[in-house]
């Protein structure tokens, strides 16, 4: 088995004197895609803000250093243009070879021709594109989403989630991945693992072959795995009331 790219052990998180993720215990494997689903509350994004260092946590926690942010909110910075937001992370790199890295995640998210643009003349689906490709061009260890399409429509979010996985397979990295969505979970990733109230409920290891079509979403195996995961959701939020 692949060494464990992240390493979580007895990780706790409070706010206020108040615990909310209560000494929790899983690994990442290099390249593996592993999405985080529950309920409003149970501490999901905590968990991932935690992991990138942005809030105080104790346990023993192994992440890599060079770590890329997509955040649900658009987080790009509106007063740079496209080609501005790509190539914010690279100030350290030699002038030729930053515009060459801009040029190919231009090319990447399909926005060529939209580079000159600000965020505020784009789709909200394009400007997500800019934030992953400017979270991408730095090429750090692992990517940290959370609920990076939660603010879209349907239909752009389904595209999005195809060419996210699009990106990824080329990309092969590490991936942790936040949403309420469980079959976004399942059509993404290599394990879905569920949090409620703090605490792992389960994890589930997703076989569907790759690379992944829309119509996977149809299949039994796949509505089978979201049965199991509801089931598991509904049997934590039986117990709480």
Known sequence: MPEAHIS???????????EVVHGISFAVRHGEFVSIVGQSGC???SLLHALAGFIDKS???????DIGMVFQNYAVFPWLTVRGNIAFGLRNCQA???KDIVLRHLEMIGLERAAS??????????????????ALAP????IFMDEPF????????ERMQKWLLGVWEKESKTVLFVTHNIEEAIFLSDRVIVLGDGIILGEFPIHLERPRAEQVKFEREFTELKREILLNMERDNLAQN
Do not use: C, H, N, W
């Open 8 to 18: 979580v052990s007895g990780l706790r998180i409070g706010y206020d004197g108040q």
């Open 43 to 45: 501490g999901k994004s």
């Open 59 to 65: 346990g023993d926690v192994q992440v890599p250093s």
């Open 96 to 98: 030729e070879s930053r």
């Open 117 to 134: 643009k600000y965020p505020f003349q784009l789709s909200g689906g394009q400007v997500q594109r800019v934030a992953l490709a400017r």
């Open 139 to 142: 090429d750090p260890d692992a």
């Open 150 to 157: 939660g603010a879209l429509d349907m239909f752009t979010r």
